[in-house]
């Protein structure tokens, strides 16, 4: 039996024209966990640092998600693996969790409407990251640019996020979309 791997929002068409308010569906992001000892912390961030080309959140002492959106997620995988060798734990949550980038001049007033948290570019600053709930739905949640965010959510809630996200995005004529990427996460 051959299995094919589905994005859980591959049904969903996209917007006819992108506005300046837009949410992107990357097609493939390779995600990993990363769980290490608190005493190893440390060694853990220095290794993510020396690494450059990927994106670490945040998830609970010792604990971070490693984004790449270049790499397949085997060879991410195994590239922690070893990076991190003997110091922390790494498990692939590619198939297992979704991306969705919220991005435009009311990303903050978009999601004001769902997370209880204070989006102030003075308070929640870029690179910083948490996990909330964005409605009644958890998700690590990431500012990764001025006016762009990013959400990390479950795969079996992808879609229940995405029409929240709509909804809330409705009133700014929020647009919708895949973006490319790496054709097969193999």
């Given at each position: 039996?051959?299995?094919?791997?589905?994005?859980?929002?591959?049904g969903?068409?996209?917007?006819?024209?992108r506005?300046?308010?837009?949410?992107?569906?990357?097609?493939?992001?390779?995600?990993?966990?990363?769980?290490?000892?608190?005493?190893?912390?440390?060694?853990?961030?220095a290794?993510?640092?020396?690494?450059?080309?990927?994106?670490?959140?945040?998830?609970?002492?010792?604990?971070?998600?490693?984004?790449?959106?270049?790499?397949?997620?085997?060879?991410?995988?195994?590239?922690?693996?070893?990076?991190?060798?003997?110091?922390?734990?790494?498990?692939?949550?590619?198939?297992?969790?979704?991306?969705?980038?919220?991005?435009?001049?009311?990303?903050?007033?978009?999601?004001?409407?769902?997370?209880?948290?204070?989006?102030?570019?003075?308070?929640?600053?870029?690179?910083?990251?948490?996990?909330?709930?964005?409605?009644h739905?958890?998700?690590?949640?990431?500012?990764?640019?001025?006016?762009?965010?990013?959400l990390?959510?479950?795969?079996?809630?992808?879609?229940?996020?995405?029409?929240?996200?709509?909804?809330?995005?409705?009133?700014?004529?929020?647009?919708?979309?895949?973006?490319?990427?790496?054709?097969?996460?193999g």
């Amino acid at each position: 039996m051959s299995f094919q791997s589905r994005h859980p929002l591959e049904g969903k068409a996209g917007s006819a024209v992108r506005a300046v308010d837009h949410l992107e569906i990357p097609r493939s992001v390779a995600i990993a966990t990363v769980l290490s000892r608190l005493s190893d912390a440390a060694m853990v961030v220095a290794g993510f640092a020396a690494a450059g080309d990927l994106t670490m959140r945040n998830v609970a002492p010792g604990e971070w998600l490693v984004l790449s959106h270049v790499e397949r997620a085997v060879n991410l995988e195994r590239r922690l693996a070893a990076l991190l060798a003997d110091i922390a734990e790494v498990v692939d949550q590619s198939e297992g969790r979704v991306l969705l980038r919220l991005s435009g001049p009311n990303a903050r007033r978009i999601l004001a409407k769902g997370v209880a948290v204070d989006l102030d570019p003075s308070v929640f600053t870029v690179g910083q990251s948490a996990n909330l709930r964005c409605g009644h739905i958890a998700v690590n949640f990431a500012r990764s640019g001025e006016n762009e965010f990013e959400l990390i959510v479950f795969r079996s809630f992808a879609e229940s996020l995405f029409e929240d996200l709509l909804a809330m995005g409705r009133e700014f004529d929020l647009s919708y979309g895949f973006s490319g990427g790496l054709a097969d996460q193999g």
